[in-house]
């Protein structure tokens, strides 16, 4: 029901920044609880970020607290990841994330297809 596209990966140096976003159709978009998720090269997909509907911030993986933050903008449908101070390890790809609860503890339902973020040294 819920169609999640992300857009804005691509190659960066590290120390650089990049922004992700994800464009939402098919649902009501201020009830629905946004998540980044990322999957590094073999590695199982680990939660980067969520943020409520209505744009509360649930949490941050610890690896990226400080250089990352989540936003919405539920007038366009829309959720971001600005991530600065890149690093190489930050290479992964990276995806959006819905669900339709606003429990932390709960399973994502949706998923987008994902965007390649790679940082060069």
């Known amino acids: 029901q819920v169609q999640l596209v992300e857009s804005g990966g691509g190659l960066v140096q590290a120390g650089g920044s990049l922004r992700l976003s994800c464009a939402a159709s098919?649902?009501?978009?201020?009830?629905?609880?946004m998540g980044w998720f990322r999957q590094l090269p073999g590695k199982e997909r680990e939660s980067v970020a969520g943020i409520s509907g209505s744009g509360g911030i649930i949490s941050y993986g610890d690896s990226v607290k400080g250089r990352f933050t989540i936003s919405r903008d539920n007038a366009k449908n829309m959720v971001y990841l600005q991530m600065n101070s890149l690093k190489p390890e930050d290479t992964a790809v990276y995806y959006c994330a819905a669900k339709s609860d606003g429990f932390w503890y709960s399973e994502y339902d949706y998923w987008g297809q994902g965007t390649q973020v790679t940082v060069s040294s």
């Open positions: 098919g649902g009501t978009f201020r009830s629905l609880t």
